[in-house]
């Protein structure tokens, strides 16, 4: 079972900057794709920013230019560096992991896709 351990929420005035630690944890051969994502009260779950395994990144447009996705290859730890915040960001940023690969007790396992606990970020005026 895949486990995705996020950190670094909290709370910011806006032009502030977080960042954001997403860590797996298992016996984890390979990840295709990781990502954020966020929800504010009465609002759809949105796509914030994903990477995939060849370093590719894709952004929604509210946070382009504003926000930074990155990955640690070593540890599979993916990163959102939140900078220039805005009230609007404020949301429960959840991190997701897609296709992920296992090895366990001699055999390889796919798991198609697994989700973070979430993180609170709260931007004050």
């Known amino acids: 079972q895949v486990q995705l351990v996020e950190s670094g929420g909290g709370l910011v005035q806006a032009g502030g900057s977080l960042r954001l630690s997403c860590a797996p944890s298992?016996?984890?051969?390979?990840?295709?794709?990781m990502g954020w994502y966020r929800q504010a009260p009465g609002k759809q779950r949105e796509l914030v920013a994903v990477?995939?395994?060849?370093?590719?990144?894709n952004y929604a447009d509210s946070v382009k230019g504003r926000f930074i996705i990155s990955k640690d290859n070593a540890k599979d730890t993916v990163y959102l560096q939140m900078n220039s915040l805005k009230p609007e960001d404020t949301a429960v940023y959840y991190c997701?992991?897609?296709?992920?690969?296992?090895?366990?007790?001699?055999?390889?396992?796919?798991?198609?896709?697994?989700w973070g606990q979430g993180t609170q970020v709260t931007v004050s005026s």
């Open positions: 997701n992991a897609e296709k992920i690969t296992l090895y366990r007790d001699g055999t390889y396992y796919t798991q198609l896709t697994c």
């Open positions: 298992g016996s984890i051969t390979s990840i295709e794709t």
């Open positions: 990477i995939v395994s060849g370093g590719g990144t």
